[in-house]
T-cell receptor
């Protein structure tokens, strides 16, 4: 089975631009979560989707948004980029339908904002 | 904000030695999980222990959970160079997310 695939792996943007990151979960997994990892704040939860519904959202400004498609693929978007948005964005999928179980992570998308 | 705090922040050991790291958390949980991350890559799930379990083993890994103290420990026995990584505890508080600790960086010297 293929693992969680995140694209792009690396990207560089400038302040004020927007970015869209993509995540393809493991086949059959319907839950997709996103996390932001920075040296200062560690791993911070962004959002979780199941069957196209957002079930939880972390404490991030409205510039951070996401969605999930009917095939369980997910995208997240960050608008009006700030320097502090530079981070490794990790997507994870899970076969669990209820509470969080084991998460399967992708390799991440490393965003640099200049 | 992070649910868990890990101790120590960094650990350096000789190959063959055991490595122990601890995790404390703040709220009631359904389960606690440990993950490994190699240098800026994705996280890999190591082990999950449910709130009604006290100890669990998986290969060279041993995890304990003390819900009365809201703490967990991860023991890696007979460490290898390949165990060099950051280790994170993560708690599931029944809210469709995991809350991660700050992590322990383990370096295994040959």
């Amino acid at each position: 089975k293929a693992g969680v695939t995140q694209t792009p792996r690396y990207l560089i943007k400038t302040r004020g631009q927007q970015v869209t990151l993509s995540c393809s979960p493991i086949s059959g997994h319907r839950s997709v979560s996103w996390y932001q990892q920075t040296p200062g704040q560690g791993l911070q939860f962004l959002f979780e989707y199941f069957s196209e519904t957002q079930r939880n959202k972390g404490n991030f400004p409205g510039r951070f948004s996401g969605r999930q498609f009917s095939n369980s693929r997910s995208e997240m978007n960050v608008s009006t980029l700030e320097l502090g948005d530079s981070a490794l964005y990790l997507c994870a999928s899970s076969p669990e339908t209820g509470r969080a179980g084991e998460l399967f992570f992708g390799e991440g998308s490393r965003l640099t904002v200049l | 904000s992070q649910q868990g705090e890990e101790d120590p922040q960094a650990l350096s050991i000789q190959e063959g030695e055991n490595a122990t790291m601890n995790c404390s958390y703040k709220t009631s949980i359904n389960n606690l999980q440990w993950y490994r991350q190699n240098s800026g890559r994705g996280l890999v799930h190591l082990i999950l222990i449910r709130s009604n379990e006290r100890e669990k083993h998986s290969g060279r890994l041993r995890v304990t959970l003390d819900t009365s103290k809201k703490s967990s420990s991860l023991l890696i026995t007979a460490s290898r160079a390949a165990d060099t990584a950051s280790y994170f505890c993560a708690t599931d508080a029944n809210d469709y997310k995991l809350s991660f600790g700050a992590g322990t960086t383990v370096t295994v010297r040959a």
